[in-house]
Every structure is written in structure tokens, then in C-alpha cells.
């Protein structure tokens, strides 16, 4: 009887972690296609010279980057080859922002 319920148990178990790295795989898709079109809209706002949106950019990148850390570092390996390519693109894009930013403000 335990071992029926314990076998029952651990399907139950599978089941939910396959569940959870299928909604995994769907949030990080979304967050490094959506990091791709916040860079965008950043150089944009840079381009014009809006200051409050490069502000609230900002931010979003942050929050973005920080959700795929794992990924933009090569830490975690996407199975997707040009998700690969897109974590690794913006995460060159998101250090070289930083030191960019820190060098700005020490010189400011």
C-alpha cells in the first residue's frame, strides 16, 4: 500500500516539475524577447533625448537582466540556439550599459 502511494506521490511530483520548467522555458522566451525590444526603445529614447523615458528604461532593463541573469552569464544553457544567442547578446549589452553608467557617474 505505501509503496503504491509513495510511487503515486513521486508522479505527482514529475508531473509538477515538468509543469514548472514548461512555464520556466515560456517566462524566459518572454523576458529575453521583451529585453530585445526594451533595448530598443532605451537607444531610442537616448537617440531623442528623453530623459524621464531613458529613466523608466532604465529600470526594465534592470528588472529584465536580473530575471535572466543565469542566462546572459552562460551559466544556464537555453536549448534554443538563437535564444542563446539573444541571452548572450544582451547580456554584453547590459554589462557594457553598466560600466558605462558607473564610469559616467564617478566622472560626473
Given amino acids: 500500500m505505501k509503496e ?11 508531473a509538477c ?3 514548472q520548467k ?5 517566462l524566459q522566451t ?6 530585445l525590444f526594451i533595448w530598443a ?3 531610442f529614447a537616448l537617440c531623442r533625448g528623453n530623459d524621464s523615458k531613458i529613466s523608466g528604461y532604465s529600470m526594465l532593463i534592470v528588472a529584465f537582466s536580473l530575471v535572466n541573469f ?9 536549448e534554443n540556439k538563437a535564444l542563446n544567442i539573444l541571452a548572450r547578446l544582451d ?7 553598466a560600466a558605462i553608467t558607473i564610469i559616467t557617474i564617478i566622472l560626473k
Wanted: include cysteine; aromatic fraction near 16%.
Fill in 4 to 14: 503504491g502511494h509513495s510511487m503515486e506521490s513521486r508522479k505527482e511530483e514529475a
Fill in 17 to 19: 516539475y515538468a509543469g
Fill in 22 to 26: 514548461k512555464d520556466k522555458k515560456f
Fill in 30 to 35: 518572454f523576458t529575453l524577447t521583451a529585453l
Fill in 41 to 43: 526603445g532605451y537607444a
Fill in 70 to 78: 543565469n542566462a546572459m552569464c552562460g551559466v544556464e544553457k537555453i
Fill in 91 to 97: 547580456g554584453i549589452l547590459f554589462f557594457v550599459w
